[in-house]
C-alpha cells in the first residue's frame, strides 16, 4: 500500500515564523502535491512536483515555496507565516502517467495555526 | 480556480437509504475522480471515470458521468452510518501532469 506521511498532524506558529512542513510518499511516485483547505472551498493546490528539483505553481502559491531534493520528499515552506495562512494542509502524491488516469494518494494532513 | 461544484453541500439520511451527490465541471477533462474524507483526515480515493466513459460500479458505488452536460453523480447504496464523510469529486484535465482540480464537497451524514 502507498503510504503518504506528513511530519505533524498539528502545528502552532506566531506570525513571522518560517514554517516547514515534510511530505514523504514510499511508493517511488514521480508527482507529489501540497493542497489548502478551507471550509466551503474545498482543496486548493498550492504548488505541484513532476520530478525531483522540478516545481509548478498551482493556483495559490503566494506566501509560499517548496522544495524537492529527493523524489520522496516533497517540502512545503511558509517563509513569514501569516494568520490567514491557518489551514489544513494536505500532502498527496500520484504514480505520474503521460496517460493520466492516476489517483492520488493523500497524507493525513497538518493543522496549522498561526497566531 | 474551483472546476467542480457539488451539489448539494450538505446531505442527512437514515441507514439503508441511497444517498446521490452531484458533481459539475466547466471545462473538457481527461477523467473525473470521487475521493472521500473523513473528519479531519486525509482523502481516500473511491473511484475515477474516463471520458469516454459513462457508467462506472465499484461495490456499492455507482458513478456516472455525462460529458454533454458537464456533469457527474454518486450514487451510494443501502447506505451505513460509516459512510458519514465528506465526498469530493476532482477532475484531471489533458495534459497535466496527474494535477486535480477539486469541489467544495457534500457532507453527507448517515444516521443510524
Known amino acids: 500500500d502507498v503510504k503518504v506521511t506528513q511530519s505533524s498532524r498539528y502545528l502552532v506558529k506566531r506570525t513571522g515564523e518560517k514554517v516547514f512542513l515534510e511530505c514523504v510518499q514510499d511508493?517511488?511516485?514521480?508527482?507529489m502535491f501540497w493542497y489548502r483547505q478551507d471550509p466551503g472551498l474545498g482543496l486548493r493546490l498550492i504548488y505541484f512536483s513532476y520530478d525531483v528539483k522540478m516545481k509548478e505553481k498551482g493556483d495559490i502559491p503566494e506566501g509560499y515555496s517548496v522544495s524537492r531534493e529527493k523524489k520522496e520528499r516533497f517540502s512545503l515552506i511558509l517563509e513569514s507565516a501569516s494568520t490567514n495562512q491557518t489551514s489544513m494542509y494536505l500532502c498527496?502524491?500520484?504514480?505520474?502517467?503521460?496517460?493520466?488516469?492516476?489517483?492520488?494518494?493523500f497524507g493525513p494532513g497538518t493543522r496549522l495555526t498561526v497566531l | 480556480s474551483q472546476q467542480g461544484e457539488e451539489d448539494p453541500q450538505a446531505l442527512s439520511i437514515q441507514e439503508g437509504e441511497n444517498a446521490t451527490m452531484n458533481c459539475s465541471y466547466k471545462t473538457s477533462i481527461n477523467n473525473l475522480q470521487w475521493y472521500r474524507q473523513n473528519s479531519g483526515r486525509g482523502l481516500v480515493h473511491l473511484i475515477l471515470i474516463r471520458s469516454n466513459e459513462r457508467e462506472k460500479h465499484s461495490g456499492r458505488l455507482r458513478v456516472t458521468l455525462d460529458t454533454s452536460k458537464k456533469s457527474s453523480s454518486l450514487l451510494i447504496t443501502a447506505s451505513r452510518a460509516a459512510d458519514t464523510a465528506s465526498y469530493f469529486c476532482a477532475t484531471e484535465l489533458y495534459g497535466g501532469y496527474n494535477k486535480l482540480i477539486f469541489g467544495a464537497g457534500t457532507r453527507l451524514a448517515v444516521h443510524p
Open positions: 498527496a502524491s500520484s504514480l505520474g502517467s503521460l496517460e493520466g488516469y492516476n489517483e492520488q494518494f
Open positions: 511508493m517511488d511516485h514521480e508527482n
